[in-house]
């Protein structure tokens, strides 16, 4: 599964980010909104 992670801090984005890769997720993240709406479709966004 493809996720995104929109997260304006980024130390806890990246801590987000690693538990998920170590779940075997596909991870990006973006730090606002609208930077995170140039990204492919997602089936699972979370928001912080």
Same mark, same amino acid.
């Given at each position: 599964?493809?996720?995104?992670?929109?997260?304006? *801090?980024?130390?806890?984005?990246?801590?987000?980010?690693?538990?998920?890769?170590?779940? %075997?997720?596909? +991870? *990006?993240?973006?730090?606002?909104?609208?930077?995170?709406?140039?990204?492919?479709?997602? %089936?699972?966004? +979370?928001?912080?």
């Amino acid at each position: 599964m493809k996720i995104l992670i929109i997260e304006d *801090e980024v130390e806890l984005q990246e801590t987000i980010k690693k538990s998920l890769l170590k779940e %075997k997720y596909t +991870v *990006e993240t973006a730090s606002d909104f609208n930077s995170a709406n140039c990204f492919d479709p997602y %089936k699972t966004r +979370v928001i912080f």
